[in-house]
C-alpha cells in the first residue's frame, strides 16, 4: 500500500480560494508600499551561510535551515568531528548554504553588492517567503511570507514616521484593529546602563522581549539564569511597570535616565517621533512599550511591533532602526529603518474574523453551460467579448449532464451561469441564472454584461 503523501511541519498547502484571499492581502499591501514610493526587488531563496550567521543573535542562528552541499557532502569532513559529533564545528565542512531567516540581512546584502547601482535613500519594498527551523505552534509557521519595506542611506526620523503611516494604512484597508507598539534600543542601552548591566544589554532585551508570552515571574528567572544580579532585578521592576500616557512615560524616562546620554537619545527620537505621529492623527494607537524590546540584534534605534486587538495571536508586524547593518558587508555608516508584515498571521486574523470583502472570495463571475460542439463555439464567442472587459468566464469542456455542470459552478462559488441552447443561438441572447437567487432571463449580450457588473 502507498503511502499516504504530506508535507513537512510547519508549512501549508493553499487551495485556489486560499490563494484568492492571500492575493487580496499581498496587493493590498504592495498598493500602500508603491503610493509611498518604495519599489520591489527579489533575493535568493537561499544565501551564503556566512552571509546569514551572526546577525540574528544565538538563539535565532538555532533556527537557521541550512543545506547540505551537492554530492558526497562528507568527503571533506573532518573525520575527527564526525566521530565526536560536534555538529556546530561539522556544519561549515559540509554546509556552505542556508535558506533565508528574514528578508533584511538578504537586503543589506543587496545594497552592498549593488551599492553602484541604486539611488540613496533607497527605498524597497520585498514580498518572499523566509525560513525558520522554529516549533511549530498556532500563528508560527516554518515557512511563511514576510511582506518587507525599507529605507537606506538616510537617519531622518521622518522614516520611522512614514513606516507608522504606512501601517495604519495597510490595516485600515485590511479592517483589522491594531495597536503599534514602538520602543527604542537606545532607550533599553541606557535602562541597562543605569542598572549597572551595560555589557548585557543583549541578555536583557532577549529577557524582557518575552514578557507578554512567559510573564514577569519567567523573564526575572531569566535574567537571573543570564546571570544578572538580584539588585540589578529590582531596579529594573519599576521601568517596566511604567504606564500613562506616552508624554507621562517619556517625562519619566527623562527623569530616569538622566545619567545615560544614550539613554537620553532614544528618549529624544521617541519625542520627536511620536509628536509628528500625534498631529498626523491617524486612526490606529501608537503606544510607547517599554517592554518591547525584539531580540535581534542589528536593531539600534526605534522598534515596532503591531497586535491585533481583536485576536489572540503574536505580533503581526515588526521592524526597526539598524544604523551599521550593512558595514558586516563592507559598507560602513549607512543607516535603515523597515518594518516587515507578517502577511500568514494576518491571513489567520483576517479568516478568524472574516474580513474579506464578499466578492474577493469569487473567482469565475460566469460559467457557460456545454451541450454540444456547436453551443460551444456560440459560448467561447460570447466569452472573449465578455473577457475583454475583464469579466471572468469560463465554458465547461465537456458536454455532460446540466446537474453536473450546475454542481460544478455551485462548488466554485460562481455567481452566475449562461445556459445556450439552439433557441438562445437563433435570437443571439443567453440564458442566465443568478445562482443565489436561482431567478432565470433571457438576455442579450449588453443585459448580460449590465447585470454581471
Avoid at 28 to 35: D, H, N, S, W, Y
Avoid at 442 to 448: A, I, Q, R
Wanted: charged share 25%; proline share 3%; with cysteine.
Amino acid at each position: 500500500m502507498a503511502q499516504k503523501p504530506s508535507i513537512p511541519k510547519g508549512t501549508r498547502d493553499f487551495s485556489p480560494a486560499e490563494m484568492v484571499r492571500r492575493n487580496y492581502i499581498f496587493d493590498t499591501i504592495k498598493g500602500v508600499f508603491q503610493l509611498y514610493g518604495y519599489q520591489p526587488i527579489e533575493t535568493p531563496a537561499m544565501e551564503n551561510l556566512d552571509t546569514l550567521l551572526g546577525k540574528y543573535g544565538e538563539e535565532g542562528d538555532k533556527l537557521l535551515f541550512k543545506i547540505l552541499n551537492s554530492g558526497d557532502f562528507l568527503s571533506k569532513a573532518d573525520a575527527s568531528l564526525l566521530e565526536v559529533k560536534d555538529s556546530n564545528k561539522v556544519t561549515s565542512q559540509i554546509s556552505e548554504k542556508g535558506l533565508r531567516y528574514d528578508l533584511t540581512v538578504p537586503f543589506a546584502r543587496f545594497v552592498v553588492q549593488h551599492q553602484n547601482e541604486i539611488t540613496f535613500p533607497f527605498k524597497r519594498y520585498q514580498i518572499q517567503p523566509v525560513w525558520r527551523a522554529d516549533r511549530p505552534q498556532k500563528g508560527r509557521y516554518r515557512e511563511f511570507f514576510q511582506c518587507d519595506v525599507d529605507v537606506i542611506g538616510s537617519n531622518s526620523l521622518l522614516n520611522e514616521v512614514e513606516l507608522i503611516q504606512i501601517v495604519d494604512e495597510v490595516y485600515r484597508k485590511l479592517n483589522i484593529n491594531v495597536v503599534i507598539k514602538i520602543n527604542n534600543r537606545k532607550v533599553l542601552a541606557g535602562i541597562a546602563e543605569i542598572i549597572g548591566e551595560s555589557s548585557r544589554m543583549v541578555d536583557i532585551t532577549v529577557a524582557i522581549d518575552k514578557l507578554d508570552k512567559i510573564g514577569l515571574t519567567k523573564v526575572n528567572q531569566e535574567l537571573r539564569e543570564r546571570g544578572l544580579s538580584d539588585l540589578a532585578i529590582e531596579k529594573l521592576q519599576p521601568i517596566l511597570a511604567l504606564s500613562g500616557t506616552n508624554e507621562g512615560k517619556l517625562q519619566s524616562l527623562s527623569q530616569i535616565l538622566s545619567s545615560s546620554q544614550t539613554g537620553l537619545k532614544g528618549v529624544e527620537e521617541l519625542t520627536s517621533v511620536l509628536s509628528m505621529v500625534k498631529e498626523l492623527q491617524l486612526k490606529t494607537v501608537t503606544e510607547l512599550d517599554l517592554t518591547l524590546a525584539r531580540g535581534l540584534n542589528y536593531y539600534t534605534g526605534a522598534i515596532f511591533e503591531v497586535k491585533a486587538l481583536d485576536v489572540e495571536i503574536g505580533s503581526i508586524t515588526g521592524g526597526g532602526r539598524y544604523d551599521d547593518l550593512t558595514g558586516i558587508f563592507g559598507l560602513p555608516g549607512v543607516s535603515g529603518v523597515g518594518i516587515s508584515f507578517g502577511a500568514d498571521r494576518i491571513f489567520d486574523v483576517m479568516n478568524q474574523l472574516d474580513l474579506y470583502p464578499k466578492d474577493v472570495t469569487a473567482t469565475t463571475q460566469i460559467l457557460f453551460i456545454s451541450f454540444g460542439e456547436s453551443e460551444t463555439r456560440y459560448c467561447m464567442k460570447t466569452a472573449v467579448q465578455l473577457r475583454k472587459i475583464g469579466i471572468k468566464a469560463e465554458i465547461y469542456p465537456d458536454s455532460g449532464k446540466m446537474k453536473k455542470q450546475m454542481g460544478y459552478a455551485d462548488k466554485k462559488n460562481i455567481p452566475f451561469v449562461a445556459i445556450v441552447g439552439e433557441d438562445e443561438m437563433n435570437q443571439n441572447k443567453v440564458t442566465l441564472k443568478n445562482m443565489l437567487s436561482g431567478e432565470q432571463q433571457l438576455v442579450d449580450p449588453e443585459e448580460l454584461i449590465n447585470i454581471i457588473q
